[in-house]
């Protein structure tokens, strides 16, 4: 079981576009190669280590690719 992290609750997508520069499709597009984001009552949300966890999977594949 996982301790609460108050530094881990999870933020409106609108918090990512504006934070980390990316639009609506790209944070769809993410979601689809496994981008985890929380659907709550018609809103979205990301919780920061799920954000960290993504762009760190993606550069380790992106390493393993690399001649």
Avoid at 12 to 20: E, K, L, Y
Wanted: glycine share 6%; charged share 25%; net charge positive.
């Amino acid at each position: 079981m996982n301790a609460y992290d108050p530094k881990d609750i999870p933020l409106p997508v609108f918090h990512w576009q504006r934070t980390q520069g990316v639009s609506r499709t790209t944070l769809w597009r993410l979601e689809k190669q496994g981008l985890r984001i929380l659907h709550v009552g018609g809103k979205r949300f990301i919780r920061p280590s799920d954000w960290v966890a993504f762009i760190e999977q993606q550069d380790a594949k992106a390493k393993e690719n690399q001649p």
